[in-house]
């Protein structure tokens, strides 16, 4: 679980036993119980299994792929595959490939709904790059409707692993990958990805194709 489960889901706990306490109900707890139970579901943290082999591109986090498009970038051609967390999702984000953090920028924001096409340029975000495995990947944590915190724990010139948890969105968010224009597509429109786990794309040179 992240350490932020634990802080609301005591605090509240705490509540619960003060307001028993104070009022001789414990009725008046049912409310910070409940509230404690969701935040300690809510900030769970499952352990995953990575798929091994060169060239793989694997999801930073949880939820259902809303969109696989091709764009233009001041670097060339990409691919960019969004995913949506919903409240329900396990909002721990993962690192999609191996390599070194080359650029970790924040960037302030609206908070857009995620659904919505213009929040992956407009809302609060965190983006960023990993280079490694011979091709570079970009990847956005993306604040949304609810979400009011973006948390990432690393930063630039930090190695990270493929599937290596890097830090969280809190409440409902979105995630982007930005893959090169030659990565062969694993996912569609509809799919549920977990985070770390399901294969988003692999290089066509990769072991993975």
């Known amino acids: 679980m992240v350490r932020d489960g634990y802080i609301y889901g005591l605090s509240l706990l705490a509540v619960a036993v003060m307001l028993a306490w104070a009022t001789g109900n414990w009725a008046w707890s049912i409310a910070p119980v409940l509230l404690a139970a969701f935040f300690l579901w809510f900030f769970r943290d499952p352990k995953r299994t990575i798929p091994a082999g060169a060239g793989l591109i694997v999801s930073p986090g949880d939820g259902l792929v809303t969109e696989t498009v ?3 970038t001041p670097q060339g051609p990409r691919q960019r595959i969004s995913i949506f967390l919903s409240v329900f999702n396990v909002h721990v984000n993962r690192s999609p490939i191996g390599g070194v953090l080359t650029s970790v920028r924040y960037q ?8 919505n096409p213009a929040s992956a340029d407009r809302n609060e975000q965190n983006v960023v790059t990993v280079q490694g495995e011979g091709f570079e990947i970009t990847f956005k944590q993306i604040a949304g409707l609810l979400a009011r915190r973006i948390v990432f724990n690393l930063a630039e010139g930090d190695r990270v692993e493929r599937g290596q948890r890097v ?3 809190k409440f409902g968010s979105r995630v982007d990958v930005l893959l090169p224009a030659e990565a062969v597509l694993r996912v569609k429109v509809g799919d549920k990805v977990q985070g770390g786990a399901s294969v988003l794309a692999a290089m066509p040179d990769g072991e993975g194709l």
């Open 70 to 72: 091709a764009i233009a």
């Open 108 to 115: 302030k924001g609206q908070y857009l709904n995620a659904m």
């Open 167 to 169: 830090g969280l969105i």
